[in-house]
C-alpha cells in the first residue's frame, strides 16, 4: 500500500527583482500576481543638486514562477517608481 503524500503551499514567498536581489515574505497561500512596495531612502550630495534626503518609492509587480526550496518563487515583470 503507498502512502499518499500531500503537498501543501509554501507559507513564505521569495521575491526575486530582475537586478537578482530578492526578499522573503509571508504569504497566506497562492496568488498568481503579487504588489510590493519598496521604499529607498538615498541621499544626493554633488555641487549640481543640493537635496540631502530624497524618497523614492518603487512598486514592483511579481508573477508566480514555481514552488523551489520550500518558497513560492515570484519573479518581477513591472515597476514602477516615484520620486517624492
Same mark, same amino acid.
Do not use: H, W
Given at each position: =500500500? @503507498? ?7 509554501? @507559507?513564505?514567498? &521569495?521575491?526575486? $527583482? ?5 526578499? !522573503?515574505?509571508? !504569504?497566506?497561500?497562492?496568488?498568481? @500576481?503579487?504588489?510590493y512596495p #519598496? #521604499? &529607498? @531612502?538615498?541621499?544626493?550630495? $554633488?555641487?549640481?543638486?543640493?537635496? $540631502?534626503? =530624497?524618497?523614492? *518609492?518603487?512598486?514592483?509587480e511579481f508573477?508566480? *514562477? ?13 515597476? $514602477? *517608481?516615484i520620486v517624492?
Amino acid at each position: =500500500m @503507498k502512502k499518499e503524500i500531500k503537498k501543501k503551499f509554501p @507559507k513564505k514567498a &521569495k521575491l526575486i $527583482t530582475d537586478g537578482g536581489f530578492y526578499r !522573503i515574505i509571508k !504569504i497566506d497561500g497562492f496568488v498568481p @500576481k503579487y504588489t510590493y512596495p #519598496l #521604499l &529607498k @531612502k538615498i541621499s544626493l550630495c $554633488t555641487p549640481e543638486t543640493n537635496v $540631502t534626503d =530624497m524618497m523614492i *518609492s518603487f512598486t514592483c509587480e511579481f508573477s508566480f *514562477s514555481r514552488v523551489f526550496g520550500g518558497y513560492a518563487e515570484y519573479r518581477q515583470y513591472n515597476v $514602477t *517608481s516615484i520620486v517624492k
